[in-house]
């Protein structure tokens, strides 16, 4: 091997031993953005723009925010009840869409819908109302999650946590809704009726290409896969529950996240969710209450600190809320592992390399005497 070679390949070693040290040494993308009194429980990522949107607890309003925290109101629909709630956010790529999902607390009268809405002409495509069965002690149902499949189905959880409700409405991409599952297994469970959070089933919902849903439920901590033909469901075995699991989102890589006000879970699993397990968690801001995760640039996991427990409690005023990256600390630390290899194997082709040298040099000196 000549020397301008050894010195081009020991270039290129370096390179790509300094680049990942680089970029482990970048901390978490953290973004603040201003909007008083918005709250945002529902969060997606739209490719597309590079931005996130988020909805709004007391606002008919939708919104864009920039990596940089710029906010600026996409959608704005007054024709919505007074004082309905923006819950679950899902991007439709393919048909250039954003599906949001509507809910009204008491007083307001019962209302649970899907809004499609054009991401090009911000315009609403239909407004379609969720049907639901009668309640004999008048609790109603809520539309929580959203997701779509690559057909423009849409799939929205009903989370309240009773055997009325606990199912999934799936609305095609006319608008058509009805009830698509209604398993025995979404009421199988105990659930401890005392916990703070006894009422919220059904919660986070996410499509699998392969054509199933991933589900959790929060009053349990179980997850759900769900057949996206047939409605028929399973539990997905894991080595520990996830409670008060609320928004769900899957990396490019096949990793599942699952958050919670107090948690984001990292899950895989080897057999397409028959099983699964949760292989990092971290401890996430429990005062500013995260409600969703989704998938960002670069595959980087994000969570919306919203704090709509204090806006539900009518604690209002709040004018700041967040996006922040959240990494597996075992993830990295398994990349650092690779860093470490890296620059062992470079120090060691430089020994080689150096070694050669002295006896090229060697050898130069004997023709030359």
């Not at 315009?123 to 309640?135: A, I, V």
């Not at 199912?167 to 991409?173: D, E, G, M, R």
């Not at 919220?200 to 349990?220: D, F």
Request: with cysteine; charged share 20%.
């Amino acid at each position: 091997m000549s020397s301008s070679s050894s010195i081009i390949t020991l270039q290129l070693l370096l390179f790509f031993i300094v680049v990942p040290i680089s970029s482990l040494a970048k901390k978490p993308h953290v973004i603040h953005f201003r909007s008083p009194n918005l709250y945002p429980e529902g969060l997606a990522y739209d490719p597309s723009a590079q931005h996130f949107i988020v909805g709004s607890l007391h606002h008919r309003t939708l919104h864009s925010v920039s990596d940089a925290g710029v906010i600026e109101t996409i959608i704005s629909d007054p024709s919505l009840p007074p004082n309905t709630t923006i819950l679950g956010l899902a991007v439709d790529k393919l048909n250039n869409r954003l599906l949001a999902a509507i809910h009204s607390d008491p007083p307001l009268p019962p209302f649970n819908a899907l809004a499609a809405y054009d991401l090009s002409s911000r315009q609403r495509l239909f407004l379609s109302l969720l049907p639901s069965t009668p309640s004999d002690d008048n609790r109603r149902p809520v539309a929580n999650a959203v997701t779509v499949d690559f057909k423009g189905n849409a799939y929205v959880t009903n989370s309240l946590g009773y055997p009325e409700g606990n199912f999934i409405w799936k609305v095609n991409p006319e608008g058509e809704a009805l009830i698509f599952s209604r398993s025995p297994l979404f009421t199988q469970f105990p659930v401890d009726r005392d916990s703070p959070y006894s009422y919220c089933g059904l919660n986070g919902i996410a499509y699998v290409s392969k054509g199933y849903l991933l589900v959790v439920q929060s009053n349990t901590g179980k997850l759900f896969k769900v057949d996206a033909h047939d409605g028929t469901a399973q539990n997905v075995l894991l080595n520990e529950d996830l409670p008060v699991a609320d928004g769900i989102a899957i990396r490019g890589d096949g990793v599942v996240l699952v958050v919670s006000h107090e948690k984001l879970w990292f899950l895989k699993s080897d057999d397409s969710w028959g099983e699964g397990v949760v292989y990092d968690k971290t401890d996430l801001d429990v005062e500013r209450f995260a409600t969703s995760v989704v998938v960002g640039r670069e595959d980087r996991a994000y969570v919306l600190y919203g704090s709509v427990l204090e806006g539900i409690t009518g604690n209002g005023g709040r004018e700041w809320f967040g996006i922040e990256e959240v990494r597996s600390e075992k993830e990295n630390e398994d990349e650092k592992m690779w860093v470490y290899v890296l620059i062992g194997l470079g120090l060691a082709y430089f020994l080689i390399w150096r070694f050669q040298m002295k006896q090229l040099v060697k050898n130069m000196d004997k023709k030359t005497n």
